[in-house]
């Protein structure tokens, strides 16, 4: 593959500006977290790229857009298209956008973006916050029910780091006489609904994915609590004595 400054080389020498399509626009190292190597939109166009296109969303955590930076005179060319007035995002998603860039110039992505709280989350966190939902959960259902929790593969992304996991929790969850898929369908239809995966005899629920953001561990209690008795009664399971 030939990198950023060869094809930079042979695009200046034509006379033709280099655009390059970083997609997940990553802007910081992703390396602290073990998770792949991947060219930043500011080392991209250090590299000699004239203009940069990545995602408001994906590794950058903000809302879905599209941004392009670069030298001026080719950004202030495309700003004059007739199709930029077609494409361009509201205010909502400006605003939006705005709040997510403030983060990362401020440091502050991995407290204040779910994404990055997601990918930040320490193991031992996962770990605590899992035996207090199985705890709290197992009270609340009763006996039929069997609540760990098992280590599992938090997938980051498809598009952004594909293939690429981070270690994580999971709370695995089964009731007796009945198949995860039976189980899986009726959390689906539940009040809330609870997508989450089946895996051999249960159901396990990502504890990195469940607890991004601002969502607290009394809060996930409380949702999974209303969505599990929802299922028992689907799936005709006597509830605990009160």
């Not at 199985?134 to 498809?158: D, I, K, N, Q």
Request: proline share 8%.
């Amino acid at each position: 593959t030939p990198s950023v400054p060869e094809l930079a080389e042979l695009a200046h020498a034509r006379g033709v500006p280099l655009v390059v399509d970083l997609g997940s626009g990553v802007v910081d190292d992703l390396t602290p977290w073990g998770l792949a190597a991947e060219p930043t939109v500011a080392d991209t166009l250090a590299a000699g790229a004239d203009l940069v296109l990545f995602s408001g969303d994906k590794l950058l955590g903000g809302p879905q857009a599209g941004l392009i930076l670069g030298r001026r005179p080719l950004v202030e060319q495309l700003g004059r298209s007739p199709m930029a007035r077609a494409l361009r995002v509201d205010s909502m998603v400006l605003a939006a956008l705005g709040e997510t860039l403030g983060s990362h110039l401020r440091g502050a992505a991995t407290q204040e973006l779910p994404l990055w709280r997601a990918i930040d989350l320490p193991v031992a966190e996962l770990e605590a916050a899992g035996q207090t939902l199985a705890r709290e959960l197992g009270a609340a259902v009763g006996p039929a029910w069997t609540l760990t929790v098992v280590a599992s593969e938090a997938a980051v992304g498809g598009g952004a780091q594909p293939g690429e996991t981070l270690p994580s929790r999971a709370l695995a969850i089964s009731v007796a006489g009945h198949s995860a898929a039976r189980l899986a369908t009726c959390l689906r239809a539940a009040t809330p609904p609870l997508l989450a995966r089946p895996r051999a005899d249960t159901v396990q629920v990502d504890l990195r994915s469940l607890l991004a953001g601002t969502v607290s561990v009394s809060a996930a209690a409380a949702a999974l609590t209303s969505c599990l008795v929802d299922a028992q009664a689907q799936l005709g399971v006597p509830a605990p004595p009160t």
